[in-house]
């Protein structure tokens, strides 16, 4: 029963899927599946850092490692590069730099409040994060800021072979991360002290100084969402933390339906991102409003929750 709850996430996800192809014949052209991939952009970064935490702390969203913050770290950077650029006439590359300078500060000082105070992930991700978006509120006076720079316009619109120019940074990224976690011995290490950190102590690693890195990873991952929550929307506007925050747990944690163990990987997260880009895009077509959207993503995210937790005890 539990192995078979296990699926329960995926299936539904499927289910859905192939309710909106049936609803709205045009969800599977071409152009949809590319509205898709360029939509789950954003998404799929910060993805990238919240699996990299969950492998380094382990896959119990209470004690183990989690990160909440990554979508206000890449709103926090997405607002200072937007007011960089558009507001004081800064160049592009010290827009970034100040940006990116500002999501890794961040990511320390989430690896400080972790690893240093004590704190649980949960708890001190959440807080920190609030804190993160209330720092973006002052530096934009919680109004749009427009962004017209030619480098973030090429991040949405531009193409190469034919490939927006936005998936293939993004699966660039991803293979980055792919590598680092999975072809070196670091991050081999990494994932080993997320698998038993008792065990992990034992054979002679430092669990803390890999847990405060993935923090670290994390803000910069979150650092690097900005440019693209910028073309995604032509500018940083207020409030889109909540949903890239609904969006990067219920991606994250889906991915795990796609590892034989049932845990967080990063192809997994991405995966799920995309299937969560899927079912906003298709639900928008149909005409599902919005909230009701909101309402559907929050219940998968407790049927993700729980599968993880059946999963867990399954295996013990």
Known sequence: MRSMASYAPLAIFLALIVYLGVKAPSFLTPSTIALVLKQSIPTVVVCLGLATVVMAGGDDVVSGGIDLSIPSIAVLAAAIVADQLTNQGYSLLFALSLGLGAALCAGIVNALLVVSVGMTPLLATLASGAAYVGISQVITHSRRINVSDPFIVSLRDGQVWGIPIGVLAALALAVIFFAALHR????????????????????????????????????????LA?????????????????????????????????????????????????????????????????FWTGCIKGG?????VASAALSRSNNK
Request: proline residues 3%; aromatic residues 8%; without cysteine.
């Open 300 to 304: 998968l995210i407790l049927v993700v």
């Open 184 to 223: 070196t011995r670091w991050g081999l290490n990494l994932q080993a002290v997320g698998g038993n950190r008792d065990a992990a102590e034992t054979s002679g690693l430092a669990p803390r100084k890999f847990i405060a890195l993935s923090f670290v990873i994390a803000g910069v991952a979150g650092g």
């Open 226 to 290: 900005a440019a693209f929550v910028l073309a995604r929307g032509s500018g940083s506007s207020p409030g889109i933390e909540e949903n890239l925050l609904i969006e990067m747990v219920l991606a994250t944690f889906l991915g795990a339906a796609f590892s034989p163990r049932r845990v967080v990987t990063l192809w997994g997260a991405v995966l799920g991102a995309i299937l969560v880009s899927a079912l906003s895009v298709g639900f928008g077509s149909v005409g599902v409003d919005v």
